[in-house]
C-alpha cells in the first residue's frame, strides 16, 4: 500500500511530458499531484525575491542562469507541499523520472526500512565517497558525502519544511545547495543502483541564457574548491 504521497513537478508548457509522466506513474499505480513549474526567466522578469545574484557571485563563482532559478522555486514550493500534506513522507519528481514497474512496491519496501537517521533520500544518483549501510535488502546506504541530481527525492517531513527556511535566499543551483544541505547534517541516504534515474529527454526547466554573463573562470573554479573541500570535511566529520 502506498504510504506517502507523490508530486510531480512539470512546466506549463512541457504537455508532452506530462502526458509521458501521467502514463508512467499510473502504469506503476502511484496516484499523485502535479506542481507546476516555475519558469526562471518569467520570474526573474517579475521580480525574485528569494533570489540573491550577489550572494550567488559569493557562494558559487557566478550568477545562476533563468533555468537555475526556476528549478530551485519549483523544488523550494513541491517541499512546501511535502510539509504541509500531513504525512511524514512526501515524494518529489522532476517530469523525467524513469519509474521501475514496481515502483509502488520499492516506496513501501523503503519507507518500512527508512531509520530515524535519514531526512532526505536520493532515488536518481548513486553516493560516491563515504557511505554507511543502512538496509543492504534494498540497497540503501547513508550518504555522508550527499549525491547531486533531483530527479527523485524522498522527503521528510520535518527536512522538506527546513530546506523551505535554509535554502533562502537561493544562492546555488538546487542540487549543489542541497548536497551541502544534507552533507552537513549527514542526514541523507541513497541508493547503490538507483531506482529512478532520470530518462534520455532533454531538460526542459533547465533552458534558457545565462543570467549575469560568463563567470569569471578563476573566481568560480576557488567558490567550487572551497564547497567541495567543505563537503569532504563535512563528510568526515558525520561518518566518523
Same mark, same amino acid.
Given at each position: 500500500? /502506498?504510504?506517502?504521497?507523490?508530486?510531480?513537478?512539470?512546466?506549463?508548457? +512541457?504537455?508532452?511530458?506530462?502526458?509521458?509522466?501521467?502514463? #508512467? =506513474?499510473?502504469?506503476?499505480?502511484?496516484?499523485?499531484? @502535479?506542481?507546476?513549474?516555475?519558469?526562471?526567466?518569467?520570474?526573474?522578469?517579475?521580480?525574485?525575491? *528569494?533570489? *540573491?545574484?550577489?550572494?550567488?557571485?559569493?557562494?558559487?563563482? #557566478?550568477?545562476?542562469?533563468?533555468?537555475?532559478?526556476?528549478?530551485?522555486? +519549483?523544488?523550494?514550493?513541491?517541499?512546501?507541499?511535502?510539509?504541509?500534506?500531513?504525512?511524514?513522507?512526501? %515524494?518529489?519528481?522532476?517530469?523525467?523520472?524513469?519509474?521501475?514497474?514496481?515502483?509502488?512496491?520499492? %516506496?513501501?519496501?523503503?519507507?518500512?526500512?527508512?531509520?530515524?537517521?535519514? *531526512?532526505?533520500?536520493?532515488?536518481?544518483? @548513486?553516493?560516491?565517497?563515504?557511505?554507511?549501510?543502512?538496509?543492504?535488502?534494498?540497497?540503501?546506504?547513508?550518504?555522508?558525502?550527499?549525491?547531486?541530481?533531483?530527479?527523485?527525492?524522498?522527503?521528510?517531513? *520535518?527536512?522538506?519544511? !527546513?530546506?523551505?527556511?535554509?535554502?533562502?535566499?537561493?544562492? %546555488?543551483?538546487?542540487? =549543489?545547495?542541497?548536497?551541502?544541505?544534507?552533507? /552537513?547534517?549527514?542526514?541523507?541516504?541513497?541508493? =547503490?543502483?538507483?531506482?529512478?534515474?532520470?530518462?534520455?529527454?532533454? +531538460?526542459?526547466?533547465?533552458?534558457?541564457?545565462? +543570467?549575469?554573463?560568463?563567470?569569471?573562470?578563476?573566481?568560480?573554479? =576557488?567558490?567550487?574548491? !572551497? #564547497?567541495?573541500?567543505?563537503? @569532504?570535511?563535512?563528510?568526515?566529520?558525520?561518518?566518523?
Amino acid at each position: 500500500m /502506498q504510504r506517502v504521497p507523490v508530486f510531480l513537478i512539470n512546466l506549463d508548457r +512541457s504537455r508532452e511530458r506530462l502526458e509521458r509522466m501521467a502514463y #508512467r =506513474l499510473d502504469h506503476v499505480g502511484l496516484e499523485w499531484t @502535479r506542481i507546476p513549474a516555475i519558469d526562471g526567466a518569467e520570474a526573474l522578469r517579475a521580480g525574485c525575491p *528569494d533570489y *540573491d545574484p550577489a550572494g550567488a557571485i559569493r557562494a558559487g563563482g #557566478r550568477a545562476l542562469r533563468p533555468g537555475e532559478v526556476g528549478c530551485y522555486l +519549483s523544488h523550494l514550493e513541491a517541499a512546501r507541499q511535502v510539509a504541509a500534506g500531513g504525512c511524514t513522507w512526501g %515524494l518529489v519528481l522532476e517530469d523525467d523520472a524513469n519509474l521501475p514497474a514496481d515502483m509502488a512496491l520499492r %516506496l513501501d519496501a523503503l519507507i518500512g526500512d527508512l531509520p530515524d537517521t535519514v *531526512d532526505l533520500v536520493n532515488l536518481s544518483r @548513486r553516493p560516491r565517497h563515504r557511505i554507511s549501510p543502512l538496509s543492504p535488502r534494498i540497497g540503501l546506504v547513508q550518504a555522508h558525502y550527499f549525491p547531486v541530481t533531483t530527479t527523485a527525492l524522498l522527503w521528510r517531513a *520535518d527536512a522538506a519544511r !527546513a530546506f523551505c527556511t535554509a535554502g533562502r535566499p537561493i544562492r %546555488l543551483p538546487v542540487d =549543489l545547495f542541497l548536497q551541502e544541505f544534507m552533507t /552537513q547534517s549527514g542526514r541523507g541516504a541513497a541508493y =547503490l543502483l538507483p531506482p529512478v534515474p532520470p530518462d534520455d529527454s532533454q +531538460s526542459v526547466i533547465y533552458t534558457g541564457r545565462r +543570467s549575469g554573463g560568463v563567470p569569471h573562470r578563476a573566481r568560480y573554479h =576557488l567558490k567550487r574548491l !572551497a #564547497r567541495l573541500l567543505r563537503n @569532504r570535511w563535512n563528510m568526515i566529520r558525520t561518518s566518523a
